[in-house]
């Protein structure tokens, strides 16, 4: 019996959330393709889907890791960043997809609109996934965008599936992955999908999250987030 998240097929999943006074919003069909476990544990690292057959689309916001655990995507308002590694240290930046840019794990959404809350309070990364709970408001998934200046932010990128060994953990990979930090204060997109039904599947088991970040300014950077604070003042935009 295969693996279901293993299947060519995204999942899909409806999301209807709440607003106030009880009407319902639009529905978000969230896709995933491929898992964290898949990846990590059995080795499932070949392309599941490319980037070339999802866009154009002006309202896409995606994440996920490129075949072969060569990198990290990250799509926002329709444009890609990939991080491409070679399994050798090395990490090329684009804003922009290839015709090789295939993913193992993916998770996409078509967002048209989104509502804009501010963070009141600086939120740590260790307690993202309480505080999207409270703006949320159902079980997800979701996927959210928090735009700010951040002056505390570690990412990585993933190189290759050698470094810990595919049957390593997640943790592991991240830590053999190439690393990088806010130095300074950067200018930043944090690029996410939350839900509480779907550890061990797109997020760790430990986590409400995944997240990725886009850094702006000169050459873009991007990654996935490991830890840090998202500043008071930030805006954080949920699909309306």
Known sequence: MPHPIKSLSPLLFLVAACASGGAMRTPVEVQVWGSLPGMHKRGEI????????????????????RAGLLGEITVTEGAAFVARSNGSRDVVHAAERAADDGA????????????????EH??????????????????????????????????????????????????????AGVQSQAEGGVEAEL??????????????????????????????????VDGGVIPAGSALLLPE
Do not use: N, Q, Y
């Open 191 to 224: 690029v996410g999908f939350w839900s509480t039904r779907h550890k061990a599947i797109f997020t760790r088991h430990d986590s409400l999250h995944h997240t990725h970040v886009v850094v702006r300014g000169g050459e873009p950077r991007s990654g996935h």
């Open 122 to 175: 600086a939120v740590p990364m260790a307690r993202l996934g309480e505080f999207l709970a409270e703006k949320v408001g159902h079980a997800g998934p979701t996927p959210f965008r928090i735009l700010g200046r951040f002056t505390e932010l570690d990412w990585h990128v993933v190189d290759g599936p050698t470094a810990p060994g595919i049957e390593a953990s997640c943790e592991a990979h991240s830590a």
């Open 104 to 119: 193992c794990l993916l998770v996409w959404a078509e967002v048209p609109r989104w509502r804009t809350v501010t963070v």
């Open 46 to 65: 070949e392309a599941l889907v490319h980037l070339d057959t999802l866009l154009p689309a002006e309202h896409a916001v995606g994440l996920g890791a």
